[in-house]
């Protein structure tokens, strides 16, 4: 009855000022086996043998419903990789957490589950949620988490934050458009999350991410420093080394590993 250690990876924590090497290298959290880890569910989502169809769930608390350009953006990025004949539908749900205080990645995953309308492997459905809660994460500075194979938080209030506060610089509905992307990117497993890119393209002091500016998955997406950083269009798609590394992961070509389901 040994306590199986499952990898436990957090997403995300990137400070406001710059202290970027801890984005998930030094805080290391259980996630249950069963909710898996971000990354765990990309053959669930890549390919139709099992899941014919995709829910987004949604669950937003009043105030912080999200812009319906991050939802359109969204559900567009995940058709484009996601194999799902009968369709991806997004469930938009006014939730109260009833959590006070700030948010650990144990808080957003304990939460989430909660209020999770299924199972993710439910029938011929996979289910992915994002919550967009009241409050901050517990690391200042962190636009969004990716906490295990179903579920990631957008906190709205560092969001509007982090719009740039001079003209030309991102507004806080691009940022949320291309943070809500990324955070389903790290569902997909992208970038070396459970696989090893035949590409060199994970940014060396950003672990899990893309050193392409020009990806969605680029290390300062999610980073309350992503106005100064990034001046001018945000990147809000996968770009070709991540699409490949999915189309690879799909075919078998790229070994995959912790996977909640496979074909
Ligand atoms: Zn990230």
Known sequence: MGKKKTLPILFGLLMIFSAFSGCFGDDFLQSPDKKGIPGGLTLA?????????????????????PEQS????????????????????????????????????DDVREKSWEHKSNDPQTSSTLYW??????????????????????????????????????FNRPSAEEIENSVLVHEFG??????????????????????GHSNNEDSVMYWAVESADIGTIITGQLPDEFDNDDLND???????????WDQLWVP
């Open 186 to 207: 790290h569902l997909l497993g992208l970038v070396n999350l459970v696989y090893k890119s035949p590409v060199d393209h994970e940014d060396k002091d950003h672990p």
């Open 45 to 65: 989502c890549l390919s139709s043998d099992e899941y014919t169809s995709m829910v987004v769930e949604i669950d937003y608390e009043s105030g912080y419903m």
């Open 70 to 105: 991050s939802v359109d953006l969204l559900k567009t990025r995940l058709q484009e990789v996601c194999d799902k004949p009968n369709g991806i539908d997004v469930l938009l749900t006014e939730t109260n957490f009833e959590h006070s205080g700030s948010w650990t990645a």
């Open 129 to 166: 949620q994002a919550i967009f809660p009241s409050g901050t994460y517990s690391d200042g500075g962190v636009l969004g988490v990716a906490v295990d194979a179903s579920t990631v938080a957008i906190f709205k209030e560092t969001v509007e934050d982090a719009e740039g506060p001079i």
């Open 246 to 256: 999915l189309s690879g992961i799909l075919s078998g070509e790229i070994p995959v």
